[in-house]
């Protein structure tokens, strides 16, 4: 596809379950980011990968959350036992340039 | 530690005046700014952007203004229109890697 695409794009679980959220970014970007944003908050990054860099986990909120980027391209964050705190939407942008992040549309998590 | 901020959460304009969204942010090591508006249910679109060695930058209705001195930044939109209506959001970056958002600004455009 022409743009960065996310799934599921809803995702309901219970407390204690682990998810997994998947990004696939444009083709040929080298960067990828992760982000999510709470109810009425603005975006929190989480994590960023460039290349064959050792990505930037900075912004991972606990040990519970590890993201992993196959083969350059396909990205997916897990979050194991998720809490009730975990839910929000979670957003994944690519970009090829600095500064030049395009985003996908969100997976919103809701755990119950 | 929020180091971007936007302090209205909402602005109601009328159809045809102009919309002030404004930014301050705290890292003076911020050299990249960016607006980007989000409608729901989709991701944030890129809408604008400034380098920490301009002043202004112009596109179209929109327009963003840098002021490095006070760590401000404004977007304006001129005229509004009322698909203008979204989420905006002010983004910063330091030396071309993660973004720093702001909590979002509520534009309204009433026709």
């Known amino acids: 596809g022409a743009g960065v695409s996310q799934s599921p794009s809803n995702k309901v679980t219970e407390k204690g379950k682990d998810v997994e959220l998947r990004c696939d970014p444009i083709?040929?970007?080298?960067?990828l980011y992760w982000y999510r944003q709470s109810l009425g908050q603005g975006l929190e990054f989480l994590i960023y990968?460039?290349?064959?860099?050792?990505?930037?986990k900075s912004g991972l909120p606990s040990d519970r959350f590890s993201a992993e980027r196959t083969g350059g391209s396909v990205s997916t964050l897990t979050i194991q036992r998720t809490q009730q705190e975990d839910s929000a939407v979670y957003l994944c942008?690519?970009?090829?340039?600095?500064?030049?992040?395009?985003f996908g549309p969100g997976t919103r998590l809701t755990v119950l | 530690d929020q180091q971007v901020k936007q302090n209205s959460p909402s602005l109601s304009v009328q159809e045809g005046r102009i919309s002030i969204l404004n930014c301050d942010y705290t890292n003076s090591m911020f050299d990249y700014f960016l607006w980007y508006k989000k409608y729901p249910a989709e991701g944030p679109t890129f809408l604008i952007s400034?380098?920490?060695?301009?002043d202004k930058n112009e596109d179209g209705r929109f327009t963003v203004f840098l002021n490095k001195s006070a760590k401000h930044l404004s977007l304006h939109i001129v005229p509004s229109q009322p698909g203008d209506s979204a989420v905006y959001f002010c983004a910063a970056s330091d030396r071309g890697s993660r973004l720093t958002f702001g909590e979002g600004t509520q534009l309204t455009v009433n026709p």
């Open positions: 942008a690519s970009s090829l340039v600095p500064n030049g992040q395009f």
């Open positions: 083709s040929g970007h080298t960067a």
């Open positions: 400034i380098s920490s060695i301009k």
């Open positions: 990968f460039q290349g064959n860099s050792a990505p930037d």
